[in-house]
């Protein structure tokens, strides 16, 4: 889930940096305020969040280690361990 979210922030800020640069015709008022390198350094900061949110391993799994059910010196089956 942490993946997807920073695939969408980081997708978010590469948005913003290229409406910040005037490479497309749309213009946002709110934005058009603001210095576009402000604008450029805030898309630049998303795209490192989401870059390193997509990148990180998130919560790490044990590998369930398999021990073996006996009865009496054979081996029944397997259940995973913790």
Same mark, same amino acid.
Do not use: D, W
């Given at each position: 889930?942490?993946?997807?979210?920073?695939?969408?922030?980081? !997708?978010?800020?590469? !948005?913003?940096?290229?409406?910040?640069?005037?490479?497309?015709?749309?213009?946002?008022?709110?934005?058009?305020?603001?210095?576009?390198?402000? $604008? $450029?350094?805030?898309?630049?900061?998303?795209?490192?969040?989401?870059?390193?949110?997509?990148?990180? #391993?998130? #919560?790490?799994?044990?590998?369930?280690?398999?021990?073996?059910?006996?009865?009496? #010196?054979?081996?029944?089956?397997?259940?995973?361990?913790?």
């Amino acid at each position: 889930m942490s993946k997807l979210f920073g695939y969408i922030i980081a !997708a978010v800020g590469l !948005a913003v940096i290229i409406l910040s640069l005037n490479l497309t015709k749309i213009s946002i008022p709110l934005i058009s305020n603001i210095k576009p390198i402000y $604008i $450029i350094i805030a898309g630049i900061i998303l795209v490192v969040i989401g870059v390193f949110l997509s990148l990180s #391993k998130g #919560k790490s799994k044990q590998a369930e280690e398999e021990v073996p059910i006996y009865h009496g #010196k054979k081996i029944v089956g397997y259940r995973r361990g913790k």
